[in-house]
């Protein structure tokens, strides 16, 4: 019995201070984890302002020497004395693809989440969803190089003269589809950025038409609705904030596609009304001669980069207050 008086005292006086350092130690584990978690997202603006501010040091030479003026000319002659730089022409193909692109790829994609969560049978869900997946994954050299030996070629024998005689004589649309037939063309590039922006849609999509609540759908179809009802009055606009973020998610991947459009858009730094003419981008543009540049040239294909930096963060921010309109509009 002494004995275990005397064990019981011992714990008790040991209680308070094994609290107290397990306490301690709880609360310098947290004060850890949150610091550690800190600096991790700190370092993203850190990150983030140090791209910028590298962009702005390499451009700067171009943008004594050119000022407002580079985003107005078209001529691109690097090898003059003194040399001859301007962004127009990788703007307007930047521009040119990445719209034709998504008009191209926001239909289609959205039609096959459409089929994949209300029409398609349980069998062939699968084999959908795994070749979306697998579009997602391939390498964008590999659809650079499938565009230059097949589509390019396919499109400048059948497809191009087709569309050419189709339109002749068509205002506004004649000047848009004139020929001749290339096999390098912001059209054919276009094909390409949509392909590859197409999973990014249709994955988003799908995933955002599972969270309608099957209560809304059922009730809908209840009262006699068709499929094509549903999707249009329910799961459209239940979904709609989610879709959109998809969308500029997907565009903010097509104006930034480097080495698929370097493949097959010409290069050509210079703009026409056609889109079966060549053309070039920003991103390609860089690709293309950064390696072979210096001094200014260097410097204007930097203030390039900058620029599609500028256009990107535009677009997300736009995206972005879209979306926040959206929200609020959607809880008033």
């Known amino acids: 019995m002494a004995d275990m008086a005397v064990q019981s005292t011992g714990m008790e006086a040991a209680g308070p201070y094994d609290r107290a350092r397990a306490l301690g130690a709880f609360k310098a584990g947290d004060t850890a984890f949150y ?16 791209i910028i501010l590298s962009l702005i040091v390499g451009a700067w030479p ?26 127009l022409g990788p703007i307007y193909g930047t521009l040119v693809t990445s719209i034709i692109a998504m008009v191209i790829a926001i239909p289609i ?19 959908i969803g795994l070749a979306v ?9 590999i659809y650079g190089m499938w565009g230059f030996f097949v589509l390019g070629p396919f499109m400048a024998n059948y497809m191009q003269p087709y569309m050419i005689r189709a339109f002749e004589g068509v205002p506004v649309l004649e000047t848009i589809f004139a020929g001749p037939p290339s096999y390098l063309s912001l059209f054919n590039a276009s094909l390409i950025l949509a392909i590859m922006v197409l999973p990014f849609i249709t994955a988003i999509s799908v995933d955002v038409f599972k969270t309608v609540p099957p209560v809304l ?12 009802e549903v999707v249009r009055s329910v799961v459209i606009p239940y979904t709609r904030v989610g879709v959109i973020g998809g969308i500029m998610l997907a565009l903010g991947r097509a104006l930034g596609e480097t080495m698929a459009v370097t493949f097959i858009i010409g290069n050509a730094f210079r703009i026409t009304g056609s889109i079966f003419s060549p053309g070039t981008t920003i991103s390609a543009a860089i690709a293309s001669e950064f390696a072979e540049s210096d001094g200014l040239h260097q410097s204007g294909l930097i203030l390039l980069g900058l620029l599609l930096f500028i256009l990107t963060f535009l677009v997300l921010t736009a995206a972005r207050l879209m979306l926040m309109r959206l929200e609020k509009k959607a809880g008033n």
Request: charged share 15%.
């Open 35 to 50: 610091w550690t978690t800190r600096a991790c997202a700190i370092s993203v603006l850190l990150i983030l302002g140090g």
């Open 62 to 87: 171009a943008i004594r020497e050119f000022g407002f003026s580079f985003l107005f000319t078209q001529r691109w002659a690097p090898a003059n004395d003194p040399p001859i730089l301007g962004a």
């Open 109 to 127: 994609g959205l039609g096959i989440a459409i089929f994949l969560t209300e029409l398609c049978p349980n069998w062939l869900r699968r084999p």
């Open 133 to 141: 997946e697998l579009l997602a994954g391939i390498p964008s050299i």
């Open 217 to 228: 759908k059922e009730a809908a179809y209840g009262v006699g609705c068709t499929t094509w």
